[in-house]
């Protein structure tokens, strides 16, 4: 057996190659890599080259539709600031259950941050940053203000330097 390292690359199919890699490349902010028309086909690096690979595959415009999920890997500062950035976009940002939302949501069996969207085809995306606490999986999913809560630092007047 290999053992297996991390995910290199995901292929998504697409109706409209043109308007997707705009998308892509203007709100998601990947950066394009390298288009083949005659395939109808556009392949984004996510992070450095070489790093991982977004494929794109124009599909044409029939009834049948496939939806299909892929997570970015974000910094938490970023995520933290996904739903207003989307917004700026014109695009929802969404928690968990498909909702609305204006915050992150956790994760607490990881624990992740994360924030999710659909691209023009319907495709679930999100943008995911792992978090430095213990996993905490009896909380479930939680909105990223009630895991702030319970996750800030403790402060008291003991903590505090002498003088």
Do not use: C
């Not at 892509?24 to 992070?47: E, N, S, T």
């Not at 995520?79 to 939302?101: E, H, K, N, W, Y």
Request: aromatic content about 10%.
């Amino acid at each position: 057996m290999i053992p297996v390292q991390n995910l290199f690359e995901t292929h998504l199919p697409v109706t409209d190659l043109d308007k997707s890699v705009k998308f892509y490349r203007d709100v998601v902010g990947i950066r394009l890599a390298h288009v083949v028309p005659a395939r109808q086909a556009a392949f984004f690096w996510i992070g450095l080259a070489g790093n991982a690979m977004l494929g794109l595959w124009g599909v044409g415009s029939g009834p049948q539709k496939m939806a299909l999920h892929t997570a970015f890997g974000a910094s938490l500062a970023d995520v933290i600031a996904a739903p207003s950035a989307l917004r700026s976009a014109g695009i929802t940002p969404l928690d968990f259950d498909g909702q609305p939302t204006d915050q992150p949501v956790v994760f607490a069996w990881m624990p992740a941050a994360s924030v999710f969207f659909h691209d023009p085809d319907g495709h679930l995306l999100e943008y995911i940053a792992m978090l430095p606490h213990e996993p905490r999986p009896e909380q479930g999913i939680v909105p990223w203000h009630v895991w702030e809560l319970t996750h800030r630092a403790p402060t008291s007047e003991f903590s505090q330097t002498p003088r």
